[in-house]
């Protein structure tokens, strides 16, 4: 009787398999998600701890490896020097990204209206792309006016080519039953350009602006490194170099650590762009729901 | 509940052709030859002249230059000779019927990025429509094949036999003259295929299109159309053209009738004559 009351609509043997897998689902879930969060978050933190621990029991110096606590706190108190070292850098990484977004969209857009245009501008993209960008550094160095042009046109190359790249691959791969409809209709060529080839290319060009991201901040150090430059509006890299020199190695690891977030930084927001655009209808970024 | 199946109605600014119209010439290919850039001789010396009103399916085994014929028509990818009239069509620059032929592709072909209403507008879109004045046309257009209230969705939403409907709407949304179908139900399962060629034959019969169908299925020809035109292969060529008597109502009754079965057999027949002709 009991029973039935708990069970009034009957058929009490599957439902409560059901309810059982009900109460239980959820509880899986929760603690699943909970651990993909705690997982990485504990295994970081005993890397710190080994870190530490490890900088402690040997008395290993300051000016050899510093602990985390170290870091950290080197981190606060040269804050007034660091910070301005992290803007020039991200301010170099954001223009060269820029610039190489506008360029690599543009130029992929001219190269795929003829077959020719892309035949003669082959050559220049196999050379600019395979010629390693640390060994034009010192060339740019010269002809630039000033070492910061030189820095930004290194990591704007560097940026450029995923981008150009991925994009002249997204403009080429439409769908070619949509080009005959675009034709069909009669079409204009910027129509074409401007209603499929473009949204079409989006997440070629998202894949694109990911990398380029990415390889705009090593390349904006990597170029900083080359160049060595000293005095004002110096980035990251040389402040890197200077606690180098001078064998502060808390500062280096406090420049290393805001180099890492910014990293960590540029590719959530990237991802996050490409999710915003793509969520509504692309594979990619679709939640699978079968 | 959301309708996810309907039919197609009315589009009521359609009306039959009137007798003077009926019967006349839409368009007729002219001894039309295409040689592809490989070498393959997909269609030699083929005439076809389809009259206003008609439903012509072109029946043929596979690689006989069916696809090929319509495309043509279609005006993507010019024939090697001969020519495609429009008797009673103003011409545009390119030789084609400005805004007169509808194209539904085997597959939807719809933009994934764009929503329902988006890929419907396209055709008005790129004539230079505005959205707010193409909006009526286009609500309409998916009433009448029963997606009105997915106007929203996104291609990915919904069913194979839906994304269909859309591109079904998109093709008749410019109000075609001409109205070409390239296997468009080839893949979805038979239950759905069955409805919607129903729904395609009520649109004909409301509406006054003429229609080319393309289909590998003697079922789906011998149901549908007023006019079959069996193709052969090697070259392709019009092999037979059968005018075929329908009753005034066809129905799921008509399906299992002595009548749609004579049918069948004739068209068959011509079939296997057709293949016959192209293996020897
Ligand atoms: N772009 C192309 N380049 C070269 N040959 C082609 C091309 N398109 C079609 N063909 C050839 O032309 C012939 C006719 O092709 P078509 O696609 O018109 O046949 P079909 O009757 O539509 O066949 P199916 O029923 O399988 O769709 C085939 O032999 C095919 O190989
Ligand atoms: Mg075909």
Redesign the pocket.
Known sequence: MSEATANPTGNSADKGTDAAVAVLRPRVAVSERMLRILVPVIALATGIMIWHWAVVANEVPRYILPSPFDAVTALITDWGTLWPALTVTLRITFMALFLALVGGVALAIILVQSRWIELALYPFAVILQVTPMIAVAPLLLIYSPDTQTALLICSFIVAFFPILSNMTQGLKSVDHNLLNLFELYGARSWQTLLFLKIPASMPYFMAGLRIGGGLALIAAVVAEFAAGSAGQGSGLAFRLLESQFRLNLPRLFAALILLCCTGIAIFALTSFVSWLTLHRWHESALKREN | MKRTVAKLSVVPAYSAPSAAEYRRPVVAMQNVTKV???G?L?LKDMSLEVKSGEFLSLL?P???????ALRIIAGLGGPSSGSIDWPSSKINSKGLPEGDVGFVFQEPTLMPWSTVFGNVYLPLKLRGVSKSAARDKVMEVLASVGLADFADAYPRELSGGMKMRVSIARAIVTRPKLLLMD?PFAALDEITRQKLNDDVLKLWEQSGLTVIF?T?SVFEASYLSNRIVVMRARP?QVFTDLAIEQPDIRDGAYRTSEAYRAICQTVSDALQGAIQAAAS
């Open positions: 592809f850039s490989n393959t997909a043929g596979s690689g006989c230059g069916k696809s090929t296997e393309v590998h392709g």
